[in-house]
Nanobody, 120 residues
Framework: QVQLQESGPGLVKPSQTLSLTCTVS??????????CKWFRQPPGKGLEWMGA???????YYSPSLKSRTSISRDTSKNQFTLQLSSVTPEDTAVYFC????????????RGQGTQVTVSS
């Protein structure tokens, strides 16, 4: 059974870097043809794709977030990580990790999501 679980602080101060980790079990994050991804959904707004990392380690980012986003992975721990720098209150959202067979919005498996609030 494939499971994804997000972890990280629920509260981040403005201008700091948000860092979340997704721990994957039941399948390797380097499985061919699969992408590990991050999404977020701000309160009252739609789902936003943030970026992805492919089986080979190639990364892909939303153009609107590219300058502030970094996705990396630790294959020894079967984890991948999101870092979002220079956060503002507008980055407050439910963040979740997922995996799928395309770079973009589709996914096969996802985590339950974690609330991150940006506030001083």
């Amino acid at each position: 059974q494939v499971q994804l679980q997000e972890s990280g602080p629920g509260l981040v101060k403005p201008s700091q870097t948000l860092s979340l980790t997704c721990t994957v079990s039941g399948v390797s994050i380097t499985t061919d043809y699969y992408y590990c991804k991050w999404f977020r959904q701000p309160p009252g707004k739609g789902l936003e794709w943030m970026g992805a990392i492919g089986a080979s380690g190639s990364t892909y980012y939303s153009p609107s977030l590219k300058s502030r986003t970094s996705i990396s992975r630790d294959t020894s721990k079967n984890q991948f990580t999101l870092q979002l720098s220079s956060v503002t209150p507008e980055d407050t959202a439910v963040y979740f990790c997922a995996r799928g067979t395309s770079v973009g919005y589709g996914y096969v498996n996802r985590g339950q999501g974690t609330q991150v609030t940006v506030s001083s």
